[in-house]
């Protein structure tokens, strides 16, 4: 098991445009197309950069992923999520 | 022959250039003023050819190839992002240029990557649209990108050596080409980390020093965690500089500009390089 998998995720959601919209319209289904686990599925569905950082993320990644998907594209939003810790369960 | 007539280092921070002109600060108009410095220092030096060394954000790049060293060796467009006054089209290369360093490094223990078609960002793309191709005498830019930001990074002594490849292959090239090279990235800076807007004015002018002593092996011995704690993520694109410094064979700099205030998220500093 790596990290690699939620990198490859975080890659294509943040590049590319097909992958935000299938993410924005049935971010569930969206990411069955990779091998991540239950935990490592609700760090992205619940915009987790905290857990997504503490198991290795690399933050351009983390960053990239929230300014293109969630919805208020906002950096200052960013850094208060992320300063606020982990919010996954586990 | 060819020749590196000079080079060059300076920030690539994508706030510099996101600002409408109206809601400058005094520091931002001496950002640009040290960007239009650098163009028309290019200018004075008549240079042909622009070899730009950025990073890649881990944008170009994906988990599925990640190359050490990169060079573009074909069409060349940019930059990836969409910055108000920034042409993004295609940017002039250089092929044969291009492929003669890869085939020469190859030749000589530097087995570069490359890129047959490459679509730069903003660590390639501003300083070729702001600095290098405004200039009449500029015909070509040649990109090249270190691992700089995304781990697996280059070694910092690799990143010289790769700069120093460089110098060996445009010294190859029968032609007649006048070569500066840019260094791009920025100093202290925290990308997407919690710190994020946080800079370290004494290790950004502690590197500054060293480019102006024409120093890199204080700044390749320099130990990655430690600059990691100390200056942050983005600080590892000092490699972008140490690798400019290889290609110039820079016994000294001389600082342009340095600049961190609250309207940027990096340490910004400026200088041209001189062998």
């Known amino acids: 098991m790596t990290i690699y998998a939620l990198e490859t995720a975080l890659h294509d959601l943040s590049v590319k445009r097909e992958a935000r919209a299938a993410f924005a319209q049935d971010a569930a289904g969206f990411l069955r197309r990779y091998r991540l686990d239950d935990r490592e599925r609700a760090m992205i569905q619940d915009f987790d950069v905290a857990a997504l950082q503490e198991v290795g993320v690399n933050p351009m990644l983390t960053l990239g992923f929230w300014m293109m998907n969630e919805p208020g594209r906002s950096r200052a939003a960013y850094l208060e999520r992320l300063r606020a810790g982990r919010t996954s369960e586990n | 022959m060819a020749k590196i007539v000079g080079g060059f280092v300076m920030p690539h921070e994508p706030g510099i250039f996101y600002k409408p002109k109206d809601t400058w600060t005094e520091g931002q108009h001496r ?58 089209g295609p940017i002039p290369s250089f092929p044969e240029l291009a492929e003669h360093i890869a085939g020469h490094g190859r030749a000589n223990g530097f087995d570069w990557a490359v890129a047959k078609s490459l679509f730069v960002d903003h660590s390639i793309g501003v300083p070729a649209r702001l600095c290098a191709l405004p200039n009449p005498s500029m015909k070509a830019v040649v990109p090249v990108y270190l691992a700089s930001g995304v781990e697996p990074l280059i070694a910092k002594q690799r990143a010289y050596e790769v700069g120093q490849a460089i110098r060996r292959a445009v010294e190859a090239w029968p032609e007649d080409e006048r070569v500066v090279v840019l260094g791009s ?17 004494e290790f950004d002018r502690m590197v500054l020093d060293c480019v102006e002593r024409g120093d890199h092996q204080t700044l390749i011995g320099l130990d990655d965690q430690e600059i990691l704690r100390t200056a942050g993520n983005g600080a590892l694109e000092i490699r972008n500089f140490i690798c400019a410094m290889g290609a110039v064979n820079a016994s000294r700099g001389s600082v342009i500009a340095y600049e961190a205030g609250p309207e940027w998220v990096s340490g910004l500093g400026f200088a041209e390089l001189v062998e």
């Open chain 2, 31 to 88: 950002v640009i003023q040290a960007f239009d410095q650098i163009r028309q220092r290019i200018g004075e030096l008549e240079a042909t050819i622009a070899i730009i060394v950025g990073a890649d954000h881990y944008v170009l790049f994906g988990p599925g190839c990640l190359p050490s060293y990169l060079i573009g060796i074909g069409d060349v467009a940019g930059p990836y992002e969409n910055f108000p006054g920034i042409e993004r």
């Open chain 2, 185 to 201: 990235g920025g100093i202290s800076h925290w990308v997407g980390l919690p710190e994020m807007g946080k800079v370290n004015s």
